[in-house]
């Protein structure tokens, strides 16, 4: 019985030995188990995320904020952001690679091209430079800098191709003159526009080739010269009045641009501040055009047409008053200068339209403001017009046809055309027209106008 009791209680410890031995080696086997497992779980957004793209590394960004300390997720974020302005500039820089090889490229477009360049090479070096602790605001900062250069390049080929445009527009409408200096027929002061006009294109030319920040304002100001001459060429040739241009000695000490306030790439439209006097450009040469014009500012402004032509100087103020401006106008014939009178940060804008841009009047027609109507209906019509202008002076007039093309006339208070209605606040008129013709609306409140046959 004694060695049976002994054998069971060596059997016993010997199971309860291995039970132990067990449960250790399974807590051993266990815990690696459950590193790797944690591993795995770690590893495997890693396996399963997108290929390696701009928007998917911020989403991996997003995540590792959510699960790592403070600090180093909003270093990686910016890590992040500067590689993508990195790879931005360097994608933009190679669409905006010069169009030619360096020994005939646009001398400006070139300068800013290689600013542009030095500044993503600057960049890298600094991304590849571990030691500096401020490598990102570093980087940062080039970055703008090669930015700035880009829109520089950018806004000097812009500049190069209006400026090859009006260059090229002053030398078809040059040579569509067909006149030859050196001809007989020629009188010696219409040679001496044509060569005016010859030597502007010249200086315009070599003025786009320059590297001066306002060369292009040096472009437009030669051009406008040879266009100002080409005026008074054909106002020769036409037979016509031709305009003058008077220079004070004041503006004579100025630089060139800054004789023509306004000039811009489009032929018929001018913008600019302050004071200034506009030679009329018609599109249709010796015919009546629009005159769109608005000058803003709460400040007096007085804003007439001029005639100035040899021996002759009048001038039609069509509008005096402090408010701001905005509306169409008739410009006769004989009117070959639009000035305005204004303080000089009061900004303005002029374009020249074509007698034909105006709206036609068939039967109602509403509208506010100064406004040129076309009245087609031929034979007697009467016309009948509400103004509401409270506080306002306002005036309808009627210019007919064949008035139009001998040159507007002036009624006896001075104004243009036949007075259809005129007076203060809102008043209704009726008055028999006979068309077709021209009616001129002025006034700074709204109209309404109904053409009846008679």
């Known amino acids: 019985m004694l060695g049976v009791f002994i054998g069971g209680v060596v059997v016993g410890l010997l199971l309860a030995g291995g039970a132990v031995g067990g449960f250790l080696l399974g807590r051993g086997h ?16 890693v396996r399963s995320a997108p290929p390696a793209e701009p928007v ?68 890298h070096r600094i991304r590849e430079d571990a030691s500096l602790s401020d490598r990102q605001q570093s980087i940062t900062s080039v970055l703008r800098q090669g930015r700035a250069a880009l829109e520089e390049l950018t806004a000097r080929r812009i500049e190069r191709r209006d400026a090859a445009s009006v260059i090229g527009e002053l030398r078809e409408q040059l040579a569509a003159v067909l006149v030859d200096p050196g001809a007989a027929t020629l009188d010696p002061a219409a040679a001496g526009e044509y ?16 590297l001066e920040p306002d ?25 016509r009045p031709v305009p003058l241009e008077l ?6 000490a100025k630089a060139e641009w800054e004789h023509r306030p306004g000039l811009t790439s489009d ?52 509008f005096s008053d402090p408010a701001p401006y905005r509306g169409r106008e008739l410009v006769a014939v004989e009117r070959t200068h639009v000035r305005i009178e204004t303080e000089p940060d ?34 007697r019509l009467r016309l009948n017009a509400h103004l509401r202008q409270p506080g306002h002076n306002g005036r309808i007039s009627f210019v007919s046809d064949s008035e139009v093309r001998a040159g507007v006339p002036l009624d006896y208070t001075g104004e243009p055309g036949t007075m259809i209605a005129h007076g203060l606040g809102t008043f209704r008129r009726t008055e028999p027209i006979t068309g077709p013709g021209l009616v001129l609306v002025d006034t700074p409140g709204t109209w309404e106008l109904e053409l009846r046959q008679v």
């Open 346 to 379: 009061h900004q303005w804008s002029v374009r020249f339209r074509p007698l034909s841009d105006a709206r036609s009047i068939e039967k109602h027609l509403y509208g506010q403001g100064h406004e040129v109507l076309i009245c087609p209906a031929s034979g």
């Open 215 to 239: 060369r292009f304002r040096r472009v437009l100001a030669a051009v406008g010269t040879g266009r100002a001459a080409l005026l008074r060429l054909e106002a020769m040739l036409a037979g």
């Open 30 to 45: 266990g815990g690696r188990l459950q590193a790797q497992s944690v591993e795995a779980a770690e590893a495997r957004p």
């Open 267 to 318: 032929r018929y439209y001018y913008e600019g501040r302050g004071p200034a006097e506009i030679l009329v450009d018609r599109p249709e040469p010796g015919q009546p055009t629009l005159l769109d014009i608005t000058v803003e500012g709460d400040d007096y402004k007085h804003l007439s047409l001029i005639t100035r032509t040899e021996g002759t100087t009048t001038a039609e103020r069509f």
């Open 195 to 210: 060569r005016r006009a010859r030597t502007a294109l010249d200086r315009a030319a070599e003025a786009a080739r320059g």
């Open 247 to 252: 220079i004070t000695p004041e503006e004579l």
């Open 56 to 123: 998917w590394s911020v989403v991996a960004e997003a995540r590792a904020v959510r699960s790592a300390p403070p600090a180093k997720p909003v270093a990686k974020r910016l890590a992040v952001e500067v590689e993508l302005e990195i790879d931005g500039l360097d994608e933009d820089l190679g669409l905006a690679a010069i169009e030619r090889s360096e020994t005939d490229a646009d001398p400006a477009e070139l300068a800013a091209f290689r600013k542009a360049e030095a500044a993503l090479k600057l960049a």
